[in-house]
């Protein structure tokens, strides 16, 4: 990847940092929720790109991470909302997740597809807390929600896993 010239404000190794630490955790959050691996590489360089312009504005009220996860939450609403990705075939399979080592057990792959078709507000709260493992707080931060609508949603989001796994899956 080639260098961004942009703002002092934001030095290009904190750019080279942002990239080494968190690179495969945004593609894999941004696959999850457009379902297609080249809009989610769109939206990680995106988010980016939208980072390194705009680091004057970051506040110390939250971590990086947080807010750079605030920022790609955003970049795929917005690409999700576009006319053109709406009318793209986005069935997903587990084999088709960035970073896969390996084959996914049976009642992982149903529990990720599950995941991967939750409404989109119960979606960013599972992905943020069991993918990434944000905090309730950082997951508030990140969405711009009060902390007990992260814990509703992520109450919601448990039933409707349970129920769609039949009530079978228990976490190891």
């Known amino acids: 990847m080639s260098v961004i010239k942009g ?8 750019l080279a940092q942002w990239i080494h630490d ?5 593609l894999r959050s941004c696959y999850l929720y457009l379902q297609d691996r080249g809009l989610a590489e769109d939206a990680v360089q995106e988010t980016y790109l939208k980072a390194y312009q705009h680091w004057a504005s970051f ?10 996860f ?7 609403r917005d690409m999700r909302r576009s006319a053109w990705f709406r009318h793209r075939d986005r069935r997903l399979t587990p084999d088709m997740l960035p970073g896969a080592q390996a084959s996914f057990a049976p009642r992982d792959e149903r529990l990720t597809l599950l995941v991967a078709n939750l409404p989109r507000k119960l979606k960013e709260v599972v992905l943020l807390y069991y993918y990434q493992d944000f905090s309730v707080t950082e997951i508030a931060q990140a969405l711009s929600i009060s902390q ?3 814990s ?15 009530g079978v899956y228990e976490k190891e």
Request: aromatic fraction near 4%; charge should be positive; proline fraction near 4%.
């Open 70 to 76: 605030r920022i790609a939450i955003n970049t795929c």
């Open 7 to 14: 703002p002092d404000s934001a030095p290009e190794e904190k």
């Open 22 to 26: 968190y690179q495969a955790v945004l």
């Open 148 to 150: 007990s609508s992260v």
């Open 152 to 166: 509703g949603r992520l109450k919601r989001a448990r039933e409707a896993l349970r129920r769609g796994m039949g």
């Open 59 to 68: 506040r110390a009220g939250s971590s990086e991470k947080t807010w750079l």
